[in-house]
Nanobody, 122 residues
Framework: QLQVVESGGGLARPGGSLRLSCTASSDVLRYYAIGWFRQAPGKEYEAVQCITSGGNIINYADSVKGRFAGSRDNAKTTVYLQMNRLESEDTAIYYC???????????????WGQGTQVTVSS
């Protein structure tokens, strides 16, 4: 099974920025859609954004529109989620998921990682 790893989480102040990265155990991310999900304490998983293999962005969470931007590197071996103007409500564990197409449910993807913690606090 494909091993997926998220990184780049940490502590940020409100209004600050973080960039999350998603990599995989083999060089296959370029062929797949990558979905970003998050789970805040005591809440269900929430779809945040997805980037297709062609680089198109699908936003699922209205709260991140205009603040979060997904991208792929030129070699398409890493997928990023640039998070700007962070808010305390963005505090969650963030996951990237690999699948054939963008879908809004984490369980519809083939693989996802252990997540990376993002904490927004002053």
């Amino acid at each position: 099974q494909l091993q997926v790893v998220e990184s780049g989480g940490g502590l940020a102040r409100p209004g600050g920025s973080l960039r999350l990265s998603c990599t995989a155990s083999s060089d296959v991310l370029r062929y797949y859609a990558i979905g970003w999900f998050r789970q805040a304490p005591g809440k269900e998983y929430e779809a945040v954004q997805c980037i297709t293999s062609g680089g198109n962005i699908i936003n699922y969470a209205d709260s991140v529109k205009g603040r979060f931007a997904g991208s792929r590197d030129n070699a398409k071996t890493t997928v990023y989620l640039q998070m700007n103007r962070l808010e305390s409500e963005d505090t969650a564990i963030y996951y990237c998921a690999v699948g054939d197409r963008c879908l809004a449910e984490l369980w519809d993807y083939d693989s996802w990682g252990q997540g990376t913690q993002v904490t927004v606090s002053s």
